[in-house]
C-alpha cells in the first residue's frame, strides 16, 4: 500500500492522493480502504479525466449502428502466443473451437495483432515505458478491434459450453441479476465478454476514452478502470445506457464454478448449468488439477478430457 500511495504521488499529485488513497482511510484505520468511498473518489477522477469525451459523447445525437453478425469474428488473445498458453486458457481455446458455431476464431498475440489495428503511438509508448501493464493494453486492444472490425471478445478464462445466439443485438456482454456490490459493473457487463457491430457508441467511447486518459497520465489509477470508464458513460450518456439496458440477461450460472473448478465433479451441476448458461468465467490465476487429493475427478479434468 506504501509503494502505491508513493506511486501515485509521482502520477498524480498529493490531492488526488489524498483523496483517492488517504482521506476514505481515516474512518477505518491506516490503510483500510472504505470501499465507498474510495471508488467514489476514483470515479470522480475518472470522470475528470475523460471529460471531453464524456461531453463529446453527449453531445453526438445520432449512431449508425448495425447488428451483430452471425459470421463475425471471435477475438482470442493470449500476449505472449499460443504455444506460452497456460492450461486454462488452452482448454478455454480448446472449447471454443468446438462451440464457435459460424464464426471465426482470430487468435490474438504480440506478433499479429498490427495486422488487424493500429493503435495510437502513446499506448506503445506505455508499454514499452512499463508504465501500463500488459492486461491494460489489451483492455484498449480489445476495444480498437471492436471499433474497427465488430465482432465477438472473450477473454482467455471464459469457457465457452455452447453456441453463442445474438439476434438483433448491435452490442451484447454477460450481464447478471445484481446480488452485491462486487463490482463496479453491479453485474450490468463484463468486460471479458464482449461483441459488437462497428461503430457502437459504448465500444467507441471506451476506446477515446483510453486514448484520453492514457494521453494524460502514465499510470492507471485503478486496476478496474474499465469499468470506472463505463459506469461513467451509463449515467452520462443516454445512447450508451440504453445500449446496455437492452443486453438480455443471460448465463446465469457464469461464475458457479469459478471457485470450485478444481474440486469434485458434479455431472448432474454440469448439465443443470448447460441448460442456463453458454458461458462460464473462470479464475486464470489458480493452478488446475485434473484430480483433486482424494482422486476424483475434478471439474477442470472433466472438460479436459471430455
Partial sequence: MVKKIISSLNAFGLFTTLQIFLFPCINMGLFKINKKSYRSAVRHFVKKAISKTVEKYKNKSSYDESYISDISPIWFCWWQGEKNMPDIARLCYKELEKNKGSHSIIFICKDNYQKYV???????????????????????????????????????????????????????????????????????????????????????????????????????????????IIDIAYEEIPQIKKEIDDVPFSNEDFYTLKSIFNQKCDIILIEQIKKTSNLLSLNRRLKYSIYNEEKHLTYYGYFLEK
Fill in 118 to 228: 493500429q493503435l495510437p503511438a502513446i499506448f506503445e509508448e506505455r508499454l514499452r515505458l512499463n508504465q501500463i501493464s500488459i492486461t491494460h493494453f489489451t483492455d484498449v486492444l480489445r476495444f480498437a478491434l471492436l471499433r474497427e472490425h465488430g465482432g465477438i471478445w472473450l477473454d482467455s478464462a471464459i469457457l465457452v459450453l455452447n453456441p453463442l445466439k445474438l439476434k438483433n443485438l448491435s452490442f451484447y456482454t454477460n450481464k447478471n441479476i445484481p446480488k452485491d456490490d462486487l463490482y463496479i459493473s453491479n453485474y450490468r457487463w463484463t468486460g471479458g465478454v464482449l461483441a459488437s457491430s462497428k461503430n457502437v457508441a459504448i465500444i467507441n467511447f471506451v476506446y477515446d476514452s483510453y486514448i484520453e486518459y492514457w494521453t494524460k497520465y502514465k499510470m492507471i489509477i485503478d486496476f478496474m478502470l474499465m469499468d470506472y
